[in-house]
């Protein structure tokens, strides 16, 4: 057995087979309340569907109990674009649920995907506390604006939206890529990723003025009387076509609200914050350090320009003895390199993996993680010389690239 694993003999925990296909759709339905045939289909039809990439943890008898998908992403952490594995639809059959089955899932796949290369995996969380115990962390946030149609000013620029068709796609995809795709925590967009992002938004609009300055996902929603606009993105890179996008989205949404999750500053350019609007704060997504010097690796365009020697450890209960824990960093001012650390190595920085998976995605500042107590500095000279290399910087995932 892996140091530092727990695994039960009565459960096998791997890559889901052909034959468990339906078996495990079916768990999916029961988890999330899902009709089967629809779900079926659904599944089958990804075109990112990959059974090497459903975990599953099977019991005596041969039955999948807990399974949980990993989605390969690239997300901008600054200027670097890391190589995250995203974590997705973590689901237990009911009957055996509070038996810590997914955690299991959970602590053998973040092993796997040590093995398969990974830095450093992220998943968005309904109950943060469920993952914590495995060293998992929040970093940054989400801003929920909820506001009213009515209050979203009737604006002339609306005459230049139009819907999009899929002629526009290349077009919205430089305008995402110019105006949005730099913030921290969006992710690559490649053609394969804007046809999935196409086919599962619900109405699609574009403002034209001079070429396209902006456009808008959104889908109208309502049950048992909440009726609302849930607006899934909207990127303009002019303040007419962020008149003209509001007052579409608004328009013959009379006495329904306009709900709308992004980053703060997504939110801030949106034109949504009208007299009336509301803003929740929520917890970002949740992330996990695999490797320390794989992770700091896939970070190094962030690094470019420091000197120095800085030598991070991180304590780990639940990933293997000794692996992947201690790294050194060193720069002249032109080039950075990044590489494992012996144990003998004196550390300059020290944390647990709960404190580094909050850090280094940017979720808090070398100066706030140490001024709390979360990373140990050998010395306040060490927080001055390295504070420029982590930053804060606040990730908020695009809700297109939920995983």
Not at 104 to 111: A, F, I, K, N, V
Not at 117 to 129: E, I, M, N, Q, S
């Amino acid at each position: 057995m892996i140091p530092g694993r727990r695994s039960d003999a009565r459960h096998s925990a791997r890559a889901a087979r052909p034959d468990e296909l339906d078996d495990l759709v079916d768990l999916l339905c029961e988890a999330f309340d899902l009709p089967f045939g629809p779900a079926r289909d659904l599944v089958r039809a990804d075109p990112y569907f990959d059974l090497s990439r459903k975990r599953v943890l099977v019991g005596e008898d041969g039955r999948v109990l807990s399974c949980l998908t990993v989605v390969e992403q690239k997300m901008r952490i600054g200027d670097a674009l890391v190589p995250i594995a995203g974590i997705a639809g973590v689901a237990t059959r009911e009957a055996h649920r509070g038996q810590g089955l997914a955690t299991e899932l959970l602590r053998e796949t973040m092993h796997w995907l040590r093995g398969e290369g990974y830095g450093l995996a992220a998943l968005l969380a309904a109950d943060p506390r469920c993952y914590r115990r495995l060293g998992w962390e929040v970093a940054g946030r989400h801003f929920r604006l909820t506001a009213p149609a009515s209050a979203v000013p009737a604006s002339a620029e609306r005459a230049r939206v139009r819907t999009a068709s899929r002629e526009d796609i290349a077009a919205i995809s430089r305008l995402y890529d110019e105006c949005a795709g730099g913030a921290t925590g969006a992710c690559e967009r490649d053609a394969k990723r804007w046809d999935y992002v196409w086919e599962h938004a619900g109405d699609r609009f574009v403002y034209a003025g001079e070429g396209i300055e902006g456009y808008a996902l959104a889908e109208r929603r309502g049950r048992d009387g909440d009726e609302h606009v849930r607006v899934g993105e909207l990127v303009a890179r002019t303040d007419r076509a962020r008149a003209g996008l509001a007052s579409a989205l608004a328009f013959g949404a009379d006495g329904a609200e306009l709900r709308y999750t992004a980053g703060r500053r997504a939110v801030e350019e949106s034109g949504l914050l009208v007299v009336g609007a509301r803003v929740d704060v929520l917890p970002g997504a949740m992330f996990r350090v695999l490797d320390l010097p794989r992770a700091l690796s896939a970070l190094a365009p962030n690094l470019r320009g420091w000197s120095g020697s800085l030598v991070c450890h991180m304590s780990d209960e639940v990933m293997a003895a000794g692996v992947g824990r201690i790294a050194c960093i060193e720069g002249d001012g032109s080039a950075v390199t990044i590489r494992e650390a012996p144990p003998t190595a004196h550390a300059d920085l020290t944390g647990d993996a709960a404190a580094w998976s909050a850090l280094l995605p940017g979720g808090a500042s070398l100066e706030a993680a140490c001024a709390t107590g979360r990373i140990g500095p050998r010395s306040s000279a060490i927080v001055s010389a390295a504070a420029t290399l982590f930053p804060w910087r606040d990730p908020a995932i695009p809700a297109p690239d939920y995983f």
